[in-house]
């Protein structure tokens, strides 16, 4: 009897600090990370019964805790095997983006005002594979749900101002974070007028040291009809690449 | 039907029950009527060119777009500035995906080391030689200038893109109250155009005119009884009648869910006043033998006896009429053919339900007839009988002599689709629409859609060049404001890629010899040219939003579309350039393209006018004379009763010619409408000729004729005419013009039935009246 009202006083602490939005996402995006990674990425845009995939051989690395070096190499379909792209992130001033092609055996810089948009023609937008700024967002915890068997948290993020929600185009989101993984395992994305756009569902997960990764994101877009899906293959993370590899020399191989 | 009518006499109450709760039942359905401005509704989906259109559609699910253009300074820093407020405000609406205006146009940059993409104006000026440097900025990008900025260089457009999930009426309405607002603080001026403004106006001009039908038609029906009847029943028991039937129509429509379109909102007017004609029959009989009756459902009994064969008779020529139009295969106007026809139905079992029981509840009055103007048209009628048998052959050379003259005005009549045009001179709409054809690229589009046969068909320099080589020739017509396609990003892009030579300004070859540096020296290489282009395209993904191009290629860039802006929807430039494009679509096989656009869908409305005319009227002649043939048992009183419509749809066209009113998706009803309405004349005509020439002798039998369904006809004519004027009061020039024609077209048939009929009775004295009067009992 005793112990079990000590038990009983003792998760009391537990059951009372439901985490805040804030903190949920704060998990999420803060999740302890890696150094360097390199994966195989196929990206899959279907519409009206046709598709197109887009094969990337992806490595990219932590330059400093803020700033990443990816390099992109494309390996299919074959007209633009071979093109490469190299973004040089710096936390004060603009990026630096490379692209090589191939075909006139050229590389140019290229810099570009508005982001946002579109990545790549696909259904995900530079806002949903970016890394959330979570100042632009009012989060708030709506609580404990079960989702495919699963008790996670529902978060809803409200565009903290005007000029976040005309730059990403939502009205309001809704994560649904895994507590075991601290990730999101499905998004529902609402335009402007409160009306359901689009729906993440991520369908598979890799644990590497701990931490757990989304390998497989399939985006579906209820307005349109169309559904894009980003797949993370050959996930390997913390192989020591050699910071070389994130020159504009290696852009040609 | 007798034993309808004596049971219904004895049972007004259950009559009338049943007939109340069908009405709360039609008018609660009214509830859920809807609007429809969509003018491409009208075109069946098996025509190719429309399902061609909504195929593109679907492939190139573009937004709805909406213009607003700025007149002002705009190269000044204050306007500048205004512009890109503006384009700030735009991107607030929730409504708005994005905003494509002067500042925030995607300008491509190169130079040595590198590529640009950036927006025109990227902060607001602050000097003059910033508002210079925008003004370079744009001419970097001669397409994306020409679209946004006018040829004057005093007005600027802006795009404004929806949300696919945005409510576009609701949008429309609050632009136009940010446009007010912006107008009273701002140095420049705005004024809106594009699908949703357009459809707003159109929806607000259905609403308006069916506030203006109802009530000018209430009154003017109102009027009309008090002067026939003097009574309260003689008022209200017809006006019940017409707004019941209105009410069963709308109801009816809205329960098979389809909306009120700028064709179909001439209802109301139309079965107010065909259906009005039966009860002021009814009761005027009714009046008429009420002296003789000591009870109100003996007379009743009587009255409808004598009238009901001539009732549904007349009503069912009127419908069949109106089912003609089916054979227009426009939606729109099958529409109005099918619900009208439902109205006049409607109208009928009033008519023969409504009135007699209500009568045979009332108490017996013989009002104190008021026979005044019934006998001065009486008279009249008699006068013009005799006149018509004395100077028959002067009538006759007066009516070939109209029908000769009547050839001139056909001869000058046209065919006009415009959906702009709908609208009358001083509308906002339709100045916003002149002003953008007068300046800018033009509102109406052709689409030559290129549907590839595998992944990547437009990455093939044969196919791009076709595509350029196209838009450079349709652009030698001063009429194409503009043109727009892949090619000309691919233009771009090939030329930043060779830090902005001009001679790169171009698609690549089907094999490019390319130069590269190594190691100080210069080699050339050779590479394919589908292999450039693909690298392009990905260099643009890759570098801004490939959104940019999303209304000009698919995701996989098997289909494309070249846009052609035109300045005018005038037909006759319209068909020259369709033309154009179709002569070098069939010089260059290689590209596998076909022509669309709402340029072309006009086109296709044009020519269905034109066989649509033709067969509706054909049609409803065949029925009429049909339904004819079987009344009179005999179908050569069955071509008799055709007769005067030839002549009131010769004088249809012929005023047209005249009063240069083309023949358009609108007015295109009118001969059908006149034919199902304007056949009543001739029946009431040729029936009563038939018992008065009983005796054999056709001149003798003219006068009586006259002074009795002759004096029905002009009134009824009268009647029919004045309600049809009501749709002058339209919003819509086409309404308009159809409700001057459909009267014109009720007097003209009226006068042929009194006119032509008799004259070719007394001339060639046909035998076939004499064996229908044998008939008759």
Redesign the interface.
């Known amino acids: 009897m005793r112990i079990k009202a000590l038990w009983l006083l003792l998760s009391l602490p537990l059951v009372a600090a439901m985490p805040s939005g804030r903190e949920v996402m704060e998990r999420v995006v803060n999740k302890a990370t890696w150094k360097d990674m390199t994966a195989d990425v196929l990206m899959r845009?279907s519409?009206?019964g046709?598709?197109?995939i887009r094969k990337i051989k992806m490595f990219s690395r932590k330059r400093t805790a803020e700033e990443n070096d990816t390099l992109m190499r494309?390996t299919y379909?074959p007209?633009?095997a071979g093109?490469a792209?190299l973004l040089i992130e710096h936390s004060k001033g603009e990026d630096e983006?490379y692209?090589y092609?191939?075909?006139?055996?050229?590389i140019?810089?290229?810099?570009?005002?508005?982001k946002?948009?579109?990545f790549?023609?696909s259904d995900f937008s530079y806002y949903d594979i970016g890394k959330p700024k979570l100042g632009d967002w009012k989060y708030r915890n709506l609580g404990m749900v079960e989702l495919n068997g699963r008790k996670v948290y529902k978060v809803e993020a409200l565009p903290a101002n005007?000029k976040v929600e005309?730059e990403t185009?939502y009205?309001k989101i809704i994560h649904y974070v895994d507590p075991q993984k601290w990730s999101v395992v499905r998004a529902e994305y609402y335009?402007?007028?409160g009306?359901l756009?689009k729906v993440l569902e991520v369908r598979s997960f890799k644990e590497i040291k701990g931490i757990w990764f989304q390998t497989d994101l399939v985006m579906n877009n209820i307005?349109?009809g169309s559904q894009s899906e980003m797949k993370f293959e050959n996930l390997k993370v913390d192989q020591g690449l050699s910071p070389s590899l994130f020159t504009k020399r290696s852009l040609r191989r | 039907m007798r034993r309808f009518i004596d049971w219904e006499v004895k049972n007004p109450w259950k009559v009338i029950i049943v007939l109340v709760l069908l009405t709360l039942f039609f008018g609660y359905q009214m509830k859920h009527l809807r609007m429809n401005p969509d003018i491409t509704a009208a075109l069946p989906r098996s025509i190719p060119a429309k399902r061609l259109y909504d195929k593109m559609k679907e492939i190139f699910p573009s937004k709805t777009i909406a213009m607003v253009i700025y007149q002002g300074d705009i190269f000044s820093v204050q306007g500048a500035r205004e512009i890109m407020e503006l384009t700030s405000s735009m991107e607030d609406f929730k409504e708005v995906y994005s905003v494509m205006s002067p500042t925030n146009a995607k300008i491509i940059l190169s130079s040595q080391e590198g590529i640009e993409v950036r927006e025109a104006l990227e902060a607001p000026p602050s000097s003059d030689e910033d508002v210079r440097g925008w003004e370079r900025l744009l001419s970097l990008n001669p397409k994306v200038e020409k679209l946004l900025i006018a040829d004057d260089r005093r007005s600027a457009m802006v795009l404004v893109f929806l949300q696919k999930s945005a409510d576009e009426d609701a949008f429309a309405e609050k632009l136009l109250k940010f446009i007010e607002k912006f107008n009273s603080s701002h140095r420049g001026k705005l004024f809106a155009t594009g699908e949703p403004v357009i459809n707003l106006y159109i929806s607000k001009g259905i609403a308006k005119d069916m506030g203006i039908f109802f009530t000018s038609g209430i009154l003017l029906i109102f009027l009309l009884l008090l002067l026939i009847f003097t009574s309260v029943r003689g008022v209200l028991i017809p006006l019940t009648v017409v707004l019941s039937s209105v009410v069963w129509t709308l109801g009816f429509m809205a329960l098979v869910g389809r909306p009120l379109s700028h064709s179909t909102e001439m209802l109301p007017i139309l079965i107010m006043a065909i259906g009005i004609a039966d009860s002021i029959h009814i009761l005027s009989h009714y009046y008429f033998k009420a002296p003789k009756y000591p009870s109100p459902k003996e007379l009743v009994r009587d009255v409808m006896y004598d009238l009901w064969a001539p009732v549904v008779m007349t009503s069912l020529t009127t419908m069949a009429g109106f089912l003609a139009l089916n054979t227009s295969h426009m939606e729109s106007l099958e529409e109005l053919g099918i619900f009208s026809a439902f109205g006049v139905f409607s109208a009928l079992i009033w008519s023969l339900s409504f009135v007699p029981s209500v009568l045979s509840l009332l108490k017996l009055r013989t009002v104190k007839k008021r026979r005044g103007i019934r006998e001065r048209f009486r008279r009249w009628m008699d006068a013009y009988g005799r006149a018509l048998v004395r100077y028959k052959t002067a009538f006759a050379l007066g009516i070939l002599l109209v029908l000769a003259l009547s050839i001139v005005g056909i001869s000058r009549l046209k065919v006009e689709a415009s959906t702009i045009g709908q609208f009358p001179e001083d509308n906002p709409v339709r100045r916003a629409a002149e002003f953008v054809n007068r300046h800018f690229a033009g509102t109406t589009t052709f689409y030559v859609f290129v549907e590839g046969n595998r992944d990547g068909y437009l990455k093939q320099p044969s196919v791009l060049k076709t595509m350029d080589l196209l838009q450079k020739t349709v652009e030698k017509n001063p009429h194409v404001g503009a043109t727009q396609s892949i090619a000309d990003f691919v233009k771009l892009l090939n030329r930043a890629m060779h830090n902005g030579d001009p001679a790169y300004f171009r698609i690549p070859g089907e094999v490019e010899e390319e130069r590269e540096v190594v190691d100080g020296r210069e080699r050339t290489f050779k590479v394919e040219g589908e292999k450039i282009v693909a690298q392009l395209l990905q260099l643009y993904e890759m570098s801004s939003s490939p959104e940019d191009f999303a209304n000009m290629a698919d995701f996989n860039y098997r289909n494309g579309r070249v846009a052609i802006f035109v300045k005018t929807d005038k037909n006759s430039v319209l068909t020259k350039i369709d033309r154009e494009i179709s002569d070098f679509l069939r010089k260059h096989p290689g590209m596998r393209a076909d022509i669309t656009g709402m340029a072309k869908l006009i086109l296709v409305v044009r020519q269905m006018v034109i066989s649509g005319q033709f067969w509706s009227i054909i049609a409803s002649l065949v029925l009429v004379w049909f339904l004819t043939t079987l009344m009179f048992r005999s179908p050569v009183l069955g071509i008799f009763n055709t007769v005067p419509l030839f002549f009131g749809i010769f004088l249809n066209f012929a005023t047209m010619g005249i009063l240069s009113i083309p023949l358009d998706i609108q007015t295109m009803v009118t001969s059908s409408l006149a034919i199902g309405i304007g056949v009543d004349y001739a029946i009431h005509f040729i029936h009563r000729y038939i018992r008065e020439v009983k005796g054999g002798d056709y001149r003798e039998a003219v006068k009586p004729s006259m002074t009795s369904s002759g004096v029905a006809i002009v009134f009824n004519s009268l009647v029919v005419a004045s309600g049809f004027m009501l749709l002058v009061l339209s919003v819509f020039k086409g309404v308009r013009a159809m409700g001057f024609l459909l009267a014109l077209t009720m007097i003209t048939t009226a006068f042929a039935s009194l006119t032509i009929l008799p004259i070719y009775f007394i001339t060639f004295r046909p035998k076939s009246l004499i064996k229908a009067s044998r008939r008759v009992k």
């Open positions: 845009i519409a009206r046709r598709e197109r494309f379909p007209d633009v093109t792209f983006r692209l092609l191939p075909a006139l055996r050229r140019r810089r290229i810099a570009s005002s508005g946002g948009g579109a790549m023609g005007k005309k185009k009205g335009d402007r007028m009306k756009w307005q349109s």
